[in-house]
């Protein structure tokens, strides 16, 4: 393999607490070394990349993607949807298991990881945690984790009952396994399509209480308190309320192992976003209140959210353009992330630049026990994306790499533009347009 | 830009829900919030024009001119109503219901309104059991939508033939509307406000004409979040207390096939909210009664009420009729007439 020499740039590292003018070099897959400007030591034949007023970054993660195969491939693909993540400065995704089939099996866990994929960036397949995502048969964890799997979920078909979540939480404690929960108690959102709220009253339109997030939230740690000997750990998947946000700060006061992500749309836009009908603001969980929209700010400047998520939910265009509570609940996020975290998170709400980039690298790559990803200390993995922070630019969906255009971030100011992301040494992405 | 509330920070700065596109013709009426009172105005105006009008004359308006009516739901009053106006005015009609096209076989509203346009609808009338519906229709084929009724959301034509309705008892004459027309008159809408687009649009409607809409019904129909609809309505949840103070009262059904799974008791419902003589007679013997049909007798209104003098139930029907051939109209000359948006 090819050394790939990255000049000049600003380093910034949260993992090792650097940000400083670095160069670094890149060697078989692997970060070989770190050093002052112009220091390098080992990097004679290196292809060289000119970093000068750019931002040198571990590459994004992101922990909750839909790739959509196998089965969907109309919507997206492995390869397009890695490709998106390129784009987006992503190096490494881990895939929800909704897929047709379910992915229940190491069988398909493979599968999803085999070259023929295509694949431009890391994927890191999530299981289901019960066959078929019925909630019904506990899956074989440690076969699921022998594949390659790195965390389980019944993702979108939330774990109701009590004594399924507690068997899935133990299970998945006992083979080192995280437990994603999408927490929405079903029961209380049957054919509702939105927030429930002013809005959804307004539109006519079914409304999911918050209770019904935050409800499962609380079930959940309940749980987790339960098998707190077995260190059982709880991710909570889009946290969208400020009722589960609140949940997730006490467990983490009561020393439980408790985690959670809040994606982009769910800090920025609120149900008032659904504007009249707009089906490229449906998703599931859906756009809240105004306070809960701050409640999730909030909760990302103290420090209570460990990662930004995008949920990266692709559709085919047929698919969004019918009556609203029939439209499929989901929107891109890959390639609008960093623009948005570093316009808002970072410009506009003054959080330092290393904790967003944390938030997007470092830990949920610690979240999840992703080795050697979400840092540039030597040995780690060479996954590094480079930007230009300054640059402002409009996103435009038409360029877009994923199969899908249901963004509602069309047209949308970003702050800081991909130059180039780099996946275990290879460039993935250089930027074009 | 709007501002965040987080209480222990300063304000943040958080990005504006984008401006509304629609309508994007000037022809279509999608909600009643589309319309300016100068607007109300003239449509009332011109219902009155048009059903004054030599049936020969008016049948030349639109003559040859071609309207669609697609209903995804049964309907009796606005679907004739609208058919008839249109014809009225010499439009050649065509109705599409989704029991007997290609909408059964899973043609979707999109392709199905493409079509229509294809064969030279120039106007479409849509009654849709999903809200929003019309929005999605008018964004795909940019022609005149008129809303007929879309799920539990609105159905503008209904809350102006309400007002016509509630102007010929309470201001008669009244030969256009501003924001004091109905002020001091208080309309109660009672029953199932929460299913009920007939409530929306006329809570929408009738306060920016000054009126105050008090609104009746339990818990389950009447979720205390009606009250951020919009400026002019209260909740009375004591039925008598607020027909008291009526001068129109509107009664609406229990719409079973939106409940839901909703129980209610509806011995309970009849003794708390039915409109009976008794009740009429002792609280308010002055008011007009009205009630957008289809009624159920015996349930939240009696039979001896519905065919009482106080009643205007059918004459609603026949405002219908008027206010329909005024919507036609400007769905096909808005362009001409204002000149763009309403």
Same mark, same amino acid.
């Given at each position: ?33 770190? *050093? ?37 491939? /109309?919507?997206?693909?492995? *390869? ?234 692709? /559709?085919?265009? /047929? ?27 970072? /410009? ?86 | ?342």
């Amino acid at each position: 393999m090819t050394a790939l020499a990255i000049r000049g740039g600003r380093l910034v590292d949260p993992s090792a607490g650097i940000d400083a003018p670095k160069d670094i070099l890149l060697k078989d897959g692997r970060v070989a070394e770190v *050093a002052a400007p112009g220091k390098l030591k080992s990097a004679e034949g290196a292809e060289s990349l000119d970093a000068t007023g750019l931002v040198v970054a571990p590459g994004l993660i992101d922990i909750h993607v839909h790739l959509r195969e196998p089965g969907q491939g /109309h919507k997206e693909t492995i *390869a397009t949807g890695t490709a998106s993540a390129a784009m987006g400065g992503f190096t490494a995704v881990a895939a929800m298991p909704n897929t047709t089939p379910v992915n229940d099996s190491p069988e398909i866990t493979r599968w999803m990881q085999a070259p023929e994929r295509g694949a431009q960036v890391r994927v890191f397949p999530i299981g289901a945690a019960t066959r078929g995502s019925k909630g019904e048969t506990i899956n074989d964890f440690a076969a699921l984790k022998a594949a390659g799997a790195v965390a389980v979920t019944d993702d979108g078909k939330p774990i109701l009952k009590d004594g399924m979540m507690r068997e899935v939480l133990a299970a998945a404690a006992r083979v080192g396994l995280s437990v994603i929960q999408h927490a929405e108690d079903t029961r209380m959102t049957q054919g509702a399509s939105m927030n429930l709220g002013q809005a959804s009253f307004r539109l006519g339109l079914r409304g999911m209480p918050p209770e019904a997030e935050s409800s499962l939230v609380e079930r959940d740690i309940r749980l987790v308190a339960e098998l707190r000997d077995a260190r059982a750990h709880l991710h909570v998947a889009h946290t969208s309320t400020a009722a589960a946000v609140a949940a997730v700060r006490q467990a983490r006061r009561n020393g439980l192992r408790v985690t959670c992500e809040v994606a982009p749309h769910h800090f920025l836009l609120t149900e008032d976003h659904v504007g009249l009908y707009n089906t490229h603001a449906k998703m599931n969980p859906p756009l809240r209140s105004a306070a809960d929209r701050d409640a999730m700010i909030e909760g990302i400047l103290d420090g209570v959210v460990d990662a930004i998520a995008t949920d990266h939910a692709p /559709h085919a265009a /047929h698919e969004k353009e019918v009556e609203f509570e029939h439209a499929p609940n989901g929107i891109t996020g890959l390639e609008t992330a960093l623009g948005l975290c570093l316009r808002w998170l970072h /410009h506009e709400w003054k959080m330092p630049l290393g904790r967003v980039l944390s938030l997007l690298s470092a830990q949920p790559a610690a979240l999840l026990g992703l080795r050697g990803r979400g840092t540039l200390t030597v040995g780690s993995f060479a996954d590094v994306v480079v930007f230009d922070p300054e640059k402002e630019w409009s996103y435009r969906v038409a360029n877009t790499r994923s199969k899908s255009k249901n963004t509602p971030f069309d047209g949308w100011t970003m702050q800081g533009k991909v130059r180039w992301t780099i996946c275990e040494g290879r460039i993935v992405y250089t930027e074009t347009v | 830009m709007t501002q965040a509330t987080t209480s222990a920070r300063r304000p943040l700065t958080t990005p504006p829900a984008p401006p509304s596109r629609f309508p994007y013709n000037p022809g279509s009426l999608l909600s009643v919030q589309d319309l300016s009172l100068e607007a109300v105005s003239r449509i009332l105006a011109r219902a009155t024009v048009l059903e004054n009008q030599d049936p020969l004359q008016r049948d030349r308006i639109l003559a040859k001119r071609r309207v669609a009516l697609l209903f995804y739901e049964a309907s009796t009053r606005t679907r004739t109503s609208f058919e008839l106006a249109a014809k009225a005015l010499g439009a050649d009609t065509t109705l599409v219901s989704n029991l007997s096209s290609s909408i059964e076989k899973g043609e979707t509203l999109k392709d199905t309104g493409l079509t229509l346009r294809a064969l030279g609808a120039e106007a479409i009338i849509l009654r849709h059991n999903s809200s929003g519906a019309p929005w999605l229709l008018e964004e795909m084929t940019h022609l005149p939508v008129l809303n007929a009724g879309d799920g539990m959301h609105e159905h503008p034509t209904q809350a102006l033939l309400d007002l016509r309705t509630i102007l010929a008892h309470l201001r008669p004459g009244a030969e256009t509307v501003n924001d004091q027309t109905l002020a001091g008159v208080t309309v109660t809408i009672t029953g199932d406000i929460l299913h009920s687009r007939v409530a929306r649009s006329n809570m929408l409607l009738l306060p920016r004409l000054g009126a105050n809409v008090v609104l009746c019904g339990p818990k389950e129909l009447l979720p205390e979040l009606a009250l951020s609809a919009g400026p002019g309505i209260t909740i009375e949840r004591d039925f008598e207390a607020a027909l008291r103070r009526s001068q129109v009262a509107m009664m609406l059904r229990i719409q079973a096939e939106r409940l839901a799974g909703l129980q209610l008791d509806l011995d309970e419902y009849k003794a708390a909210y039915q409109l009976t003589g008794q009740r009429l007679a002792r609280l308010a013997p002055q008011a007009v009664v009205l009630h957008p049909g289809p009624i159920i007798r015996g349930l939240e209104i009696t039979a001896g009420v519905a065919d009482g003098v106080q009643s205007a139930i059918l004459e609603q029907v026949r405002n219908g009729v008027a206010i329909r051939m005024a919507v036609v109209e400007r769905a096909l000359l808005a362009a001409q007439q204002e000149g763009g948006r309403a």
